[in-house]
């Protein structure tokens, strides 16, 4: 995920062209925003997860999720810091922790929950990390719980 300009916690993307098409308009993003090769790991039809239409704001967002190696994330976060945005739209990337601290039950992904996040980027983050089976649905619910936000 990424800090945005706005305080808030989100994921990389923006308004596309039709013209465009998505995946080559989130590609463009995510190489102005995180400063991602996409020839190496650009975004696909196959990594689609889900669409969500925003009838009272007039748009339609669409969920990515791609896998990718613990040695791209790396390169992922070094080229950020030299993205045409960085410093712009994105502060800079942050890594989600995926799991909660024993001693307090709190700490971890129940803290970065407590976050202000944009839009549905919590939604999405928790739908994501169930889909890929990263986390369980009760893990998920349990998080929330400690956290105090609650899964819409």
């Known amino acids: 995920m990424q800090m945005r300009f706005d305080g808030r916690l989100g994921f990389p993307g923006g308004f596309v062209d039709l013209e465009e098409g998505l995946e080559a308009g989130l590609n463009r993003e995510l190489e102005e925003e995180m400063g991602l090769d996409v020839r190496i790991c650009g975004i696909t039809e196959e ?4 669409t969500e239409v925003h009838d009272e704001q007039n748009f ?10 613990l040695d791209q994330i790396r390169q992922i976060e070094t080229a950020a810091t ?16 995926v799991y909660t601290l024993p001693r307090d039950k709190a700490g971890g992904l129940p803290a970065f929950l407590s976050n202000t996040f944009i839009g549905t980027a919590r939604e999405e983050l928790l739908m994501g990390l169930e889909q890929e089976g990263i986390l369980s649905h009760a893990e998920i619910q349990k998080a929330l719980k400690a956290s105090g936000a609650r899964r819409q």
């Not at 030299?82 to 922790?97: F, I, M, N, Q």
């Open 47 to 50: 990594d689609w997860a889900a």
């Open 60 to 69: 339609v967002s669409h969920f990515y999720i791609k896998k990718i190696t």
């Open 82 to 97: 030299t993205a045409k945005d960085h410093g712009l739209e994105s502060l800079g990337l942050v890594r989600v922790p």
